[in-house]
């Protein structure tokens, strides 16, 4: 197993825990002293830096929500004089208003170590060459894996997205190993290479995908792999605790989040109260070194469990499950909840269906009626009516199985539904509520 920093990625439970309220307590005292929002926000909760005696006490803490960012918009919430500031992103807000997040030299510093540390988790290291797919600019995917990259000491390509034929050129001229970007978008890179006649597997050394910014499954996975040969490991991250940087390891069970960057709680999103290892509720993370926009206690939305056993890769850090996608990307159809990574889940256990599909909801009368369309690979396509018939009754089928609420199903044609380059966008919903 090659660590990045081995030291700290394996440092005991209990030294991990010391060093963490270590960290903690340095930042409540500075943002109690010197952030009004932070003093206003403790003195409210009834909390005082003294309270702070062990990283348990962080409970004590209040809650951050995206709304304080929107509240504070631009860069009220920024804790450090404004030239200390060396980058702002902007979210691409896909719940609302985009918001702001702002680096110091140092919070740029930890993010590209925490991500040469993942990347390093995931069998990558200088020998490889990481082609960065995900968008550069604004959205944080970009910049993070490059600078994180370039740090391990791997040799970047900064392709960004778009252009998928030059992409595939790219990495077949500069024989990339290993690639960055978002599910949907590698996905549809195997398609290109396909029509153009590469096989990724025999034509390209392509054997490493770092894959996220928006949900996806472990069929998917499966599917990847069987497609193209590539090993996708997941990259989990959101603007507000610096970008994407924590991804599973080589053992592809969970994603270590570095103990002594992050600290992780699983809570329970109706009462706040923290959960158990093992139990599901929404992920919560507080930046323990943050200097321009501290994040304490940050309720980021996604569902998700702490594994309650440690990981035979010998790192300490907890591990967290694949996330299912935000409590606002949940869809309630007649009572049931669905998640659309769930239907992505399903529709790939059937051979005769690729990853592209789309989902609307409408409102028929006082019942919901979700429509599920769903792209057919090439081999099939038929001109019997009874072949396509079956085979919406089956997808049908297993949607109900799967979901436990029924849906229509449209069988579209090859090279039909749309492709996305950066988040895939697949939910329409037109419920008025
Ligand atoms: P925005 O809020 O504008 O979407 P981000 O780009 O920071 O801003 O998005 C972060 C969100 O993206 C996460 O809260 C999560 O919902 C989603 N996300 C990121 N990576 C993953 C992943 N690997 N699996 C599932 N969801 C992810
Ligand atoms: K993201
Ligand atoms: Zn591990």
Request: net charge negative; proline share 6%; with cysteine.
């Amino acid at each position: 197993m090659a660590y990045y920093n081995e030291k700290i990625e394996t440092l005991p439970k209990a030294e991990l825990e010391k060093l963490q309220y270590q960290e903690l307590k340095v930042l409540v005292d500075r943002l109690y002293a010197k952030s009004p929002f932070y003093h206003d926000k403790m003195k409210a909760a009834g909390v005082l830096p003294s309270d702070i005696k062990s990283i348990s006490d962080i409970t004590k803490l209040p809650f951050m929500r995206k709304t304080d960012l929107r509240d504070n918009y631009p860069d009220k919430l920024v804790c450090c004089p404004k030239e200390d500031l060396v980058r702002y992103h902007v979210s691409s807000g896909t719940t609302g208003k985009p918001t702001v997040v702002a680096y110091t030299k140092n919070d740029l510093d930890t993010w590209s170590e925490a991500v040469a540390r993942s990347l390093a988790s995931c069998g990558i290291g200088r020998g490889d060459v990481l082609q960065v797919a995900y968008g550069y600019g604004l959205f944080t995917g970009g910049l993070g894996l490059h600078y994180g990259g370039e740090k391990l000491g791997a040799t970047v390509i900064p392709a960004s997205t778009g252009n998928s034929e030059r992409q595939i050129e790219l990495i077949q001229d500069l024989e990339t190993t290993a690639i960055a970007c978002t599910p949907s978008y590698f996905v549809h890179l195997i398609d290109v290479a396909k029509k153009i006649g590469v096989d990724i597997s025999k034509d390209t050394k392509l054997r490493t995908a770092v894959l996220g910014a928006e949900p996806w499954s472990e069929s998917m996975r499966r599917y990847i792999y069987d497609q193209s040969g590539v090993t996708a490991h997941n990259i989990f991250g959101t603007s507000e605790i610096s970008g994407p940087m924590f991804t599973d390891c080589q053992e592809l069970n969970g994603m270590h989040i570095s103990g002594d960057i992050a600290y992780t709680e699983i809570i329970d999103p109706e009462t706040g109260e923290s959960l158990p290892a093992g139990e599901k509720g929404e992920l919560t993370m507080t930046i323990l070194t943050k200097e321009a926009i501290p994040m304490i206690r940050y309720r980021i939305g996604d569902i998700t469990s702490i594994f309650p056993d440690e990981c035979p890769c010998g790192r300490t850090s907890p591990r967290i499950d694949r996330l299912q996608g935000r409590v606002d990307d949940m869809l309630v159809i007649r009572g049931i909840n669905v998640f659309p990574s769930a239907v992505e889940h399903a529709l790939l256990r059937l051979p005769e269906l690729t990853s592209h599909f789309m989902l609307e909801v409408t409102r028929n009368g006082p019942l919901d009626d979700m429509l599920v369309k769903v792209e057919l690979k090439p081999d099939a396509m038929t001109d019997s009516i009874n072949g396509l018939i079956g085979l919406q009754f089956r997808v049908e089928r297993t949607l109900r199985d799967a979901l436990n609420v029924s849906a229509k199903v449209e069988l579209c044609p090859p090279n039909s539904l749309p492709r996305f380059e950066g988040k895939a966008k697949r939910v329409i919903d037109t419920r008025v509520f």
